[in-house]
């Protein structure tokens, strides 16, 4: 299926990224290539992943405490957000 990220996940990635990078160097770059190996996963099969509200699904991170949220729709997956697992998760809903 077509992979499509929202402009605020970039703005998640982007966070994580340097604080991650900031904690050791090469460590972001690790954190990005897990959530490329989640994306992948998603975009493969979007089905397979745990339904967290009705239309919104959540794929978890390897190794790193984040969590991808999309949705299904039609032909195309839609990332609206990457949020670290400890983060109020209803902070997203307002990304609809």
């Known amino acids: 299926m077509r992979l499509s990220l929202r402009p ?3 703005q998640d990635l982007e966070e994580a990224y340097r604080w991650y990078e900031a904690q050791r160097p090469g460590l ?11 994306l992948a996963s998603v975009a493969e099969a979007p089905l397979r992943y745990r339904v967290l509200t009705l239309d ?9 405490p984040y969590r991808v949220l999309y949705r299904i729709l039609g032909a195309e997956v839609v990332v609206v957000a990457c949020f670290h697992a400890s983060r109020d998760p209803r902070g997203w809903r307002q990304r609809r």
Do not use: K, S
């Open 8 to 10: 605020a996940v970039l």
């Open 56 to 64: 919104t699904r959540q794929a978890l991170v390897r190794r790193f």
């Open 28 to 38: 972001g770059g690790d954190y990005l290539a897990a959530v490329d190996e989640v």
